[in-house]
Every structure is written in structure tokens, then in C-alpha cells.
């Protein structure tokens, strides 16, 4: 949006010809854009609102935007005054962002919108000219769909041949006598089982977007699982040059080797797996020396696996973020730590379907620890 105002931002100060290249660039842009004077008329229409509202350009410019803009509510009566985005952002002064609402267009076709709302000269408290960035919420669904489809489409027709790579490769190191070799191989091992990951996270994430992942849920000792997990994760985290350690003690904060009580939960073993497989994933990929410890405890009423590293930590700011897609603590060091950015989304949606939840406790510099936290089954 900011990037959209700022093309007509105190356009009387542009000459004619500039001012002709920003409303060339408004009617290049897909999403619906418009820009009303200070009496409320419409100065900038652009063919993403006439494909919207029904209103062609020609049409519209020049009218008051109550003409053209229609808002209706859920049982298709116009909005009050009182709930019109327009007039609630001159009085509030307070930019709209993404917000849901509903337009008649000229049909009488109702489309819920995502519109995007603020002055054009925001520095000057007593102007009225505002812009207006309007998305047809069912075509961004309709491209979030397809785009989902081909993520799944393209990562499970990956898997095949990663995995028969994979497998060609630890042939040839069984096969392999030269040392030297054998270090590329191993390489070339480890690349592939990045390469292996990533799809399978991309196929995931994109199965949690669809609603099609199966949720079968049993009675899990989770002492067990853990514990069949517990090779693999401490062979990783080795190889990394970290230490590993598991704590099963009923007092997390005692490192004494007491005998742990069984713990038993409902839920998907499979999203169990994928959950701790991603913390544990993510622990190793941001922690650079230390350990890590995977845990388990449990009160009467609940059960927590938790996954603590003595990594980079994480910013307070960072922390609400965390879960949503792709979204990555530090940018810069994406190409470091590779990955999709998806593996704590995945891990929340599926902690989220097994009535789970995931809370992070961290301190920039300090490492992180996240803890699941399950409902226990009582025995």
C-alpha cells in the first residue's frame, strides 16, 4: 500500500507528464485502486475497480464515490455512515489495513473486498484526500488455490527421485573405498536429504492450507515415542558438533538420572513426530555451539515436550511472528540456514488439530526453549 501511495502522493505538485505516468502505473496494477478528491470525488479509477465494481472508468470519474462504491453489510443492507470505511478514516484519522468488507457492484452482485485505506498526504492532519486499494478476496483465495495446488503437485512428484537418489548414494558409499570420494558422497548425502526436507515441508504446508491432512488419532505413550526418536535426533545433532541430551526426570531443572513416569496422550502419532521433528530441526539449524536437550515432564492434567538449544535466541519482536508462513527471525541469514520458513507454521497447525499448543520462551543471545504442551490421558 505504501508503495502505491507514495506514486500520488501531493500529485498537484507533479507536472502534467508525471502525473499521466502515475495513473498509467494505477491501471497496470491488478488490484482496484482509487483516489478520491477532497469533496469525496473520484479523481483516479482505475480498470482493477471497473473490473470489480461493474463501474466502467469513464463512468465513474467525477462522481461522488457513494455512487459508485456501494457498502453492504452481511444481510445485504447499505453500511451506515457510522461504518463506511471512508467516512470513519477522516474521522479517526487512522489508516484502514486488509480489512473485510462487503461492495454491491453494479449488478447487484455482492464481493467481499480486502481494502487497504488512508490519506494521501497523511502530514497533513486537515486533508481529505484519501486513497483506496481494493482486492476481490474470492480471485486471492482462487490464486492461493492454484498456487497450492502446484506446490503439492510439483513437491510429491519430487519425492520419487529424491529419494531414489538418496538411496543411489548410499550404495556408492557402502561400494566406495577412496576417501576422498567418500567425502563428496557424504556431501552430496546430506544436500540431498535438505533437498528431500524442503519438499516435504513445501507438501505439507501446502496439505495444512488445503485441509487434507488426515488427523487419526490414538493413545500415545509419549515416553515411547520420544525414545524411538531419540537415535536419529542425537546422530544429527552430533554431526553438528553439538551435544545432545534427553531428560525424561520428572523436574526438568534436575539433572539427576531419576525414573520418569509414563506419560499418555491422544493424538495423531504422525503429527506428534512431525512436530517435535520440526523444534528439533529448528533448534539444531539456529544453535551453533552448545547442546541441545529434548525433555518431557507432566503435571496431573497436562504433558510437556519441550526443545531447548543454546542458540542465537530470538528478539521479543520476533515472537508473535513466529508461527505464520514463511516468515524467518533473520532474513540475512536465510541462505545460511536454508529451510522454507514453513517448519513452525506446520508444527503449530498441527499441534493446533491434536489440541495441543506451542508456547516459545526465548532471549536474544540466550538460546530458546518450546515447549508442547498436551493434555494428558489419564490412566
Do not use: C
Request: no cysteine.
Amino acid at each position: 500500500m505504501s508503495g502505491i501511495k507514495s506514486i500520488f502522493r501531493f500529485r498537484k505538485a507533479l507536472d502534467i507528464d508525471t502525473e499521466n505516468e502515475a495513473n498509467l502505473i494505477a491501471q497496470s496494477v491488478n488490484e482496484g485502486i482509487v483516489i478520491l478528491d477532497k469533496k469525496g470525488t473520484i479523481s483516479l479509477y482505475n480498470e482493477g475497480m471497473a473490473q470489480l465494481t461493474g463501474w466502467a472508468r469513464e463512468d465513474s470519474m467525477g462522481l461522488l464515490y457513494k455512487s459508485v462504491l456501494k457498502f453492504v453489510d452481511k444481510n445485504n443492507q447499505p453500511l451506515t455512515d457510522i461504518l463506511n470505511p471512508f467516512v470513519t478514516i477522516l474521522k479517526d484519522g487512522k489508516d484502514i489495513i486488509s480489512a473485510d468488507y462487503i461492495i454491491a457492484r453494479k449488478d447487484n452482485v455482492n464481493i467481499p473486498i480486502k481494502l487497504s485505506l488512508s490519506k494521501l498526504n497523511p502530514d497533513i492532519k486537515s486533508s481529505k484526500e484519501l486513497i483506496g486499494v481494493f482486492r476481490d478476496v474470492n480471485t486471492a483465495q482462487k490464486i492461493d488455490k492454484e498456487r497450492s495446488d502446484f506446490i503439492s503437485t510439483a513437491s510429491h512428484e519430487m519425492r520419487t527421485p529424491i529419494a531414489s537418489i538418496e538411496g543411489f548414494i548410499s550404495l556408492a558409499l557402502l561400494e566406495n573405498k577412496n576417501v576422498k570420494v567418500e567425502g563428496y558422497l557424504n556431501k552430496a548425502h546430506e544436500q540431498i536429504q535438505k533437498l528431500g526436507k524442503l519438499f516435504e515441508d513445501l507438501l505439507t504446508g501446502a496439505q495444512v492450507d488445503e485441509g487434507a491432512i488426515e488427523y487419526n488419532p490414538i493413545e500415545i505413550n509419549l515416553n515411547e515415542l520420544i525414545l524411538s526418536l531419540v537415535p536419529n535426533f542425537k546422530r544429527q545433532i552430533e554431526e553438528r558438533g553439538l551435544q545432545f541430551e534427553l531428560n525424561m526426570s520428572n523436574d526438568s531443572r534436575s539433572r539427576e538420572k531419576t525414573v520418569s513416569p509414563i506419560y499418555y496422550i491422544k493424538a495423531d502419532p504422525k503429527h506428534v513426530t512431525i512436530i517435535i521433528n520440526q523444534l528439533v530441526s529448528n533448534a539444531m539449524v539456529y544453535t551453533y555451539s552448545g547442546w541441545v536437550i529434548i525433555g518431557l515432564r507432566g503435571t496431573k492434567d497436562s504433558v510437556e515436550v519441550y526443545i531447548q538449544d543454546t542458540g542465537k535466541g530470538i528478539d521479543k519482536v520476533d515472537i508473535p511472528h513466529l508461527f505464520q508462513k514463511f516468515y524467518r527471525v533473520d532474513n540475512s541469514k536465510t541462505r545460511d540456514n536454508g529451510g522454507t520458513g514453513l517448519g513452525l507454521f506446520i508444527a503449530k497447525s498441527l499441534a493446533d488439530m491434536n489440541n495441543a499448543k506451542i508456547v516459545p520462551v526465548s532471549t536474544l543471545g540466550q538460546g530458546s526453549v518450546f515447549y508442547v504442551i498436551f493434555p494428558r490421558l489419564k490412566k
